[in-house]
């Protein structure tokens, strides 16, 4: 495969994964590919000389690529020109993708992978209509760090107060972050 022919797939692997076509587990231990979408069918109607193989073969170098690149080491047997054209484009397309990959890949807890919410109403029984209160119930999807591809669910029912000081609280940690990151 020429480079010009791999920063095409390149290209399109970005662009598929920014629309969610295509998607990675990050573990521990190993990686996981995940198309959401046929691509022996999808393709070929993107261009012709597309073969599913080869999508998949540039798919998987671009995932190790970022996995050691996350965790600070140097992709061995990949030339440097392809690590060149990975970071300019997926990289640079994609610019928390090394953060999620290097939390995925090296943390010994377990992992967020999704969060939504329900509100609930508690209402009389005698006139179903009249709201007594509310609450949200705050569903958390998150994954075991050794095996990726196991989600777990935890759900809690919060108050409105309880989930003022669940927001505060993480308001304070992205503020500690940026000024970290300064």
């Keep these: 495969m020429t480079l010009e022919q791999f920063r095409r797939y390149v290209e399109l692997f970005s662009q598929f994964y920014k629309d969610g076509k295509v998607g990675a587990k990050w573990g521990r231990e190993q990686v996981y590919f995940r198309p959401t979408i046929d691509l022996d ?3 070929p109607k993107i261009d012709s000389t597309f073969s599913e193989e080869e999508f998949v073969d540039v798919a998987f170098i671009i995932l ?5 690149l996350s965790n600070g080491v140097s992709s061995k047997n990949i030339d440097e020109a392809k690590i060149q054209i990975i970071s300019e484009i997926f990289l640079n397309q994609n610019e928390d993708v090394l953060e999620h990959a290097r939390i995925r890949s090296t943390s010994v807890i377990n992992t967020f992978e999704e969060i939504d919410y329900e509100i609930a109403t508690k209402r009389s029984k005698e006139d179903p209509n009249y709201i007594i209160g509310t609450s949200v119930i705050l569903s958390l ?6 095996k990726p591809d196991s989600n777990h669910r935890f759900a809690l029912e919060l108050s409105t107060k309880e989930l003022k000081e669940i927001v505060k609280v993480l308001e304070e940690a992205v503020d500690t972050i940026k000024k970290i990151d300064r």
């Design 41 to 43: 069918e999808e393709l």
């Design 64 to 68: 190790k690529v970022v996995r050691d």
């Design 141 to 146: 999807v998150y994954n075991d760090s050794i």
